[in-house]
């Protein structure tokens, strides 16, 4: 990356085993290949300007990764962080397609290359705020591409955090649109380690496949 500037209980959604090939510490290379993903129930092939990302995990890999989880609905799925796991296969889309490389400080479509159940998009979206806990949560449900006002809650950033990176809701789609602008962390409730805005971000490391 180059820094530029009530419901029944839903097991987790596993994601397949494909294999780790290292860790990302430049430039993610978007090749117009054979990327692949589930959105509204289509397949999209050759997705350009797409990178396949197996793994968004805290610095330490050994504590776990992201997954897909209900929390208080059956859909749609909010993010969790589980302990021990690997984490499911995503993949980001900027705002740009025309570009070659994912790069940190730009707007990013994310989603969740699995099948759910759910008729909701895996793509990441800021879920309305959350009176009872007084925090946005991270969901699904997302829009894909269209930048501007009707998709606001659909685009994330990339940011340079320590030795590592962090997640960070701020977009630039919309100048004159009001929006929490915050880094991303963990609440943690009955539902597990879900992805909120916090002041205390949640380091990750990337890994691609």
Do not use: H
């Amino acid at each position: 990356m180059r820094e530029e500037g009530g419901g029944r209980r839903r097991r987790p959604v596993k994601g397949d085993n494909a294999s780790n090939i290292g860790v990302v510490v430049g430039d993610i290379s978007c090749p117009a290949g054979d990327a692949t993903v589930w959105y509204r129930r289509q397949w999209l092939p050759r997705m350009e300007a797409a990178a396949r990302v197996r793994k968004l995990a805290e610095a330490n890999p050994s504590l776990g990764g992201l997954n897909l989880s209900t929390t208080g609905q059956d859909c749609p799925l909010d993010l969790v962080v589980v302990d021990g796991y690997q984490g499911l296969q995503f993949m980001f889309l900027p705002v740009n397609e025309k570009k070659g490389v994912i790069r940190v400080s730009t707007d990013l479509n994310i989603l969740f290359a699995t099948y759910t159940g759910c008729p909701d998009s895996t793509v990441w979206k800021l879920k309305d705020y959350d009176y009872s806990t007084s925090l946005w949560f991270v969901s699904t449900g997302g829009a894909l591409g269209n930048p501007g006002s009707q998709t606001i809650e659909s685009w994330f950033k990339i940011e340079k955090y320590e030795d590592a990176y962090k997640m960070v809701y701020c977009p630039s789609v919309c100048n004159y649109c009001n929006y929490p602008c915050s880094d991303i962390g963990i609440y943690q409730d009955q539902y597990g380690k879900r992805l909120a805005l916090t002041s205390d971000p949640y380091r990750v490391q990337f890994q691609k496949v």
